[in-house]
């Protein structure tokens, strides 16, 4: 059973930095695709960042190009978003993924409960 568990977020400042992790457990993660999504109140889903495990691929949607990353620490089984240069629209419930399928939106079957980043002016 693959377990997801996210942490980090909070109350920051514009400007201001966060990293969030996604812990997993459950199964060897070398063939799978890692995401991080967000979701804001009446909004839709938004894939933000996505990485293969093996760090071959690594997308970002286009408004944090730039200021977040993805990253991975094997021997930690650990999935991070490095979150710098924040904005109020990146305020959002954040939410680590998993697949096997792909790197794209809809290939996500495994999903963590979320982590609150709120942005403050």
Not at 43 to 48: C, F, G, I, S
């Amino acid at each position: 059973q693959v377990q997801l568990v996210e942490s980090g977020g909070g109350l920051v400042q514009v400007g201001g930095s966060l990293r969030l992790s996604c812990a997993a457990s459950g199964r060897t993660f070398g063939s799978y695709f890692m995401a991080w999504f967000r979701q804001a109140p009446g909004k839709e889903r938004e894939l933000v960042a996505a990485m293969h495990w093996s760090g071959a691929y690594r997308t970002y949607t286009d408004s944090v190009k730039g200021r977040f990353a993805i990253s991975r620490d094997n021997a930690k089984n650990t999935v991070y978003l490095q979150m710098n240069s924040l904005k109020p629209e990146d305020t959002a419930v954040y939410l680590c993924a998993a697949s096997q399928r792909g790197l794209g939106a809809s290939s996500y079957d495994y999903w963590g409960q979320g982590t609150q980043v709120t942005v403050s002016s």
